[in-house]
């Protein structure tokens, strides 16, 4: 099984700030990665597939970047409601995701 | 766009079998995609990954769930189900279902709701 290690597991930040959140394989995932935001409460969202493809209606101010066993989602600017739990999926060997990171208001 | 509901009973007895349905609004089981799954998340953790599984038959399981889950489409219904027998505690979690709509990878980008699902006598 592909492990996915996330970190920070929490990471606290001001609105306006640029937030960058990891995301580590166990193997080589090649470029099949993507992010979901999950809201308390609400189904989690897709922002970004195969590591830096945006989905559909997701602002440009998320951006992911990385291949193989490191990858990288960056908030350049935080809106109040990007405050949320962030999840790494791998689709290279079945399906997995990571543990999350919660991005919370500092 | 599509929409996918979740139905089913929200109290499982243990060792009796999970059953939901996913009910597709929105476009055609058949059509509209290609690619429909299972997700779970027991409460205040993270998601789990159960099943997927492809219009033309092929499926793909969880290892550590293989041996207990079915998942099947009706196209006559525009539903699809998810069976998960021989439940524990372990298995509460909320249950989600999702597709692929937009995009040709294998990743999720339509979700129900989600259905929360407790094991207890």
């Known amino acids: 099984e592909t492990v996915l290690t996330q970190s920070p597991a929490t990471l606290s930040l001001s609105p306006g700030e640029r937030a960058t959140l990891s995301c580590r394989a166990s193997?080589?995932?090649?470029?099949?990665l993507a992010w979901y935001q999950q809201i308390p409460g609400q189904a989690p969202r897709l922002l970004i597939y195969d590591a830096s493809n945006r989905a559909t209606g997701v602002p440009a101010r998320f951006s992911g970047s990385g291949s193989g066993t490191d990858f990288t989602l960056t908030i350049s600017s935080l809106e109040p409601e990007d405050f949320a739990i962030y999840y790494c999926?791998?689709?290279?060997?079945?399906?997995?995701f990571g543990q999350g990171t919660r991005l919370e208001i500092k | 766009q599509l929409q996918l509901q979740e139905s089913g009973p929200g109290l499982v007895k243990p060792s009796e079998t999970l059953s939901l349905t996913c009910g597709v609004s929105g476009g055609s089981i058949s059509s509209s995609s290609d690619y429909w799954g299972w997700i779970r998340q027991p409460p205040g953790k993270g998601l789990e990954w159960i099943v997927s599984t492809y219009n033309s038959g092929s499926t793909y399981y969880n290892a550590s769930l293989k041996s207990r889950v079915t998942i099947t489409l009706d196209t006559s219904k525009n539903v699809f189900s998810l069976k998960l027998n021989s439940v524990t505690a372990a298995d509460t979690a909320v249950y989600y279902c999702a597709t692929r709509q937009y995009i040709q990878s294998n990743y999720f980008d339509h979700w129900g709701q989600g259905i929360l699902v407790t094991v207890s006598t």
């Open positions: 193997e080589n995932v090649k470029n099949y």
């Open positions: 999926q791998q689709r290279e060997n079945w399906i997995t």
